[in-house]
Every structure is written in C-alpha cells, then in structure tokens.
C-alpha cells in the first residue's frame, strides 16, 4: 500500500505543474487578445501584423497541442511588435 501511495504522489507535482503551465498559457494569450483589441481600437490604420496576431490566436490556436501554442504566443508578440512599430512609422503591410 506505501508503495502506491508514493507512485500517486509522484504524479501529482506533475500534474499541477502541467496545469500551472496551462494555465500560463492562457493567460498569457488572454493579455495579448486584450491588448490586440486595444491597439486595433486606436489605430487610424489597420495593421496587418495585429490581425496576423489575431488569427494565430484565434483560428490556429485552437487547432494546437501545447508545444505549438508556446510557438504560437512567441510567434504573436512579435507580430504585436511589428504592429506596434508600424502604427508609429504609419506603415500598414507586412511582408
């Protein structure tokens, strides 16, 4: 019997680090949605970055496993960059 206790206890540091992670994930994804929202409603011009950003969050995210979500937060806070440095020079294209 001790020795099942301690497989379950084990697995469950795992557990909650895994879901802490998740956790992480989604709000970190939760603040750049906000913040697209934000600089949408204040751009004279609409941004291709900023919606480029606004799909891989939205369209692609929900289609990814968690290491590609990671690759998709990474990939969306440059393009939130991009925006913003656009929206200072007045350049609405990317690529």
Known sequence: MAKRRSQISTKQPATRAYSKHVTLLLTQRDALMAEIAT?????????????????????YWSK????????????????????????????????
């Open 39 to 59: 600089w949408r409603s204040r751009a004279t011009v609409p941004s291709s970055a900023m919606s480029k950003a606004g799909t891989l969050l939205t369209r």
């Open 64 to 95: 990814a496993d968690w290491e590609a979500r990671e690759e998709i937060l990474r990939a969306a806070r440059w393009l939130l960059n991009i925006g913003k440095m656009q929206s200072r020079t007045g350049v609405a294209k990317v690529g």
